[in-house]
């Protein structure tokens, strides 16, 4: 199956958001990923529902909405109404994570998790089944352009065996420091979703590197 790209926008020029946006409708890149952040969970502060909607104003392709905050269930009808498709919470800030799963499906949305590079995959053995997406963090999260971390490929392997035993259809997102030398590797341990912010806004020619990104095997 074809693996799907996904530009982060926070690596996109704030003051030009609209043209990047239309960079990223133009390319080849399925969905946007938007990180938003609240300075509690993460220690950066990125943006919150004016920006999203500006976001979803001119984006052509799914919005892949990546919620860095403390109690996420909060949002869940909010960042519906602001175009989300895909609602993804981290595991390290759910105290009732699988009914917030539940109600990001209640709402119309894909239901997604994520784990920062601490937190064991066995830790989602009970949860798997309601979840759409895993967005497997492979830099600790808050910032763009870190140094991707080398153990996600042992977890990217586990994931797709926890998968495969309970019979899910969820898909593996990689989110943080992917770029041109180690996505093949990602996708052959079994990533299907790349999220990549610097590896595209800071490349001369970013509609081409979404297009190199795609290219497999
Ligand atoms: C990090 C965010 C990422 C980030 C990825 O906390 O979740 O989505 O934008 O940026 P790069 O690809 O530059 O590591
Ligand atoms: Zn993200």
């Not at 699988?98 to 830790?123: D, E, W």
Request: hydrophobic content about 40%.
């Amino acid at each position: 199956m074809q693996h799907i790209v996904a530009p982060s926008i926070l690596s996109a020029d704030f003051a030009n958001l609209q043209r990047d946006v239309e960079m990223v409708n133009k390319s080849q890149a399925q969905w946007f990923h938007i990180d938003v952040m609240d300075g509690v969970f993460v220690p950066n502060i990125s943006f919150g529902f004016p920006v999203l909607k500006a976001i979803a104003k001119y984006a052509k392709k799914p919005l892949d909405v990546h919620l860095m905050i403390i109690q996420p269930e909060r949002y869940i009808e909010a960042f519906k109404d602001a175009g989300a498709q895909t609602l993804t919470v981290h595991y390290e800030a759910c105290t009732h994570l699988h009914r917030t799963l539940q109600q990001i499906k209640q709402a119309g949305m894909n239901a997604g998790v994520a784990i920062n590079p601490h937190t064991p995959i066995s830790l989602l053995e009970d949860s798997i089944a309601e979840a759409d997406l895993v967005c497997m963090m492979s830099v600790n999260p808050g910032f763009g352009g870190q140094k991707f971390i080398e153990n996600t490929y042992s977890k990217v392997k586990q994931l797709k065996q926890l998968i495969k035993q309970k019979e899910t259809d969820t898909r593996i997102e990689i989110d943080g420091g992917v770029d041109l030398n180690n996505y093949k590797n990602l996708l052959h341990a079994g990533a299907d979703v790349l999220v990549a912010g610097n590896t595209v806004f800071a490349s001369k020619n970013p509609t081409d590197t979404i297009a190199q990104l795609l290219q497999f095997p």
